[in-house]
């Protein structure tokens, strides 16, 4: 997973992506992943299209610009090699205290979310990357931000279900991609857990009752809510048994390889999670790797993608003047 750190332009990334590939063991393609969302959340940028917060763009009204906007996202990170995009954000903006959803968000109504999230979504894989929803069960009432701290959303299970939970149900049923956890604790689905590590929330809620198959990736290990909870090496055996597939460990390479340890003698001492962690294994081996790029990265900053760029750049251009 590349940031805004890794990422100094077009040329660069590219070459860096391309560096990774080369280096990893013959049969392993890498899934390269950036988070790319628009607004405030976006990693790359220009020669790239800049696109307004995903509010501002759902507010247009139009899920087919909503389409094109993450096909062009999908054209442009395809070109540069990556895989995967950490988008859209199928969190409903349902509390205005929120301090890290609010205008990552499509709406503040299930409907609006799963119209718009879901276009952006499948323009991704048009476009030549794989969308990753985020972030399950439904981040967006929480108060407390869990990049600082462990939040609690005290809403009732049936409304979980009917309302946080909607676009989730509906980009599981149209098998879009992965999906990334939350780690917000949900006392009526689970008292103790945050969902990265409740067997209740993942395996019982997301894949028994919403049918969801596909890889499920935790968001960061090391961020602040974690600490909470014991710290990434021990949420990581805890998430990979409660039916996560992936682990997220972005910046630290010390904690990177404590975790690795951890699942590593967890898989040694345990059949039974050996058997979990080979199933996880098997989900992330099978994500979709890019096919043929339709351009390089020499291609980003053409006239060709200039005119593209700036085309749905002009059509999102109302969307500037929308607030929240």
Known sequence: ?????????????????????????????????????????????????????????????????????????????????????????????TNPASPVIGDRAF?????TVIRHGLAFARGLREGGVLPCGKHFPGHGDAAIDSHVGLPRVGLPAERLRAVEMAPFAAYAAE????????????????????ATASRAILTDELRGRLGFEGALITDDLEMGAVSRVGGPPAAAVRAIRAGADGLLVCRDREVREAVVEAVEREARDDAAFCARLAEAASRVGALERPRARAHGPEWLGSAEHAALRDAIARRLGAAASVRP
């Open 1 to 93: 997973m590349l940031f805004q750190r890794n990422l100094e332009g077009p040329a660069q990334a590219a070459a860096l992506i391309d560096e990774a590939r080369s280096a990893a063991p013959s049969g392993a393609e890498p899934i390269v992943a950036v988070d790319q969302e628009g607004g405030r959340v976006a990693r790359l940028k220009e020669p790239l299209v800049i696109l307004p917060p995903a509010r501002a763009v759902a507010a247009l009204g139009d899920p087919e610009l909503t389409r094109s906007a993450g096909r062009l996202v999908g054209i442009e990170l395809a070109a540069l090699g990556f895989s995967l995009d950490f988008a859209p954000v199928l969190d409903i903006d």
């Open 107 to 111: 709406g503040g109504d299930p409907e």
């Open 175 to 194: 098998r879009l991609g992965p999906i990334m956890t939350a780690h917000v604790v949900y006392p009526a689905l689970d008292p103790d857990e945050p």
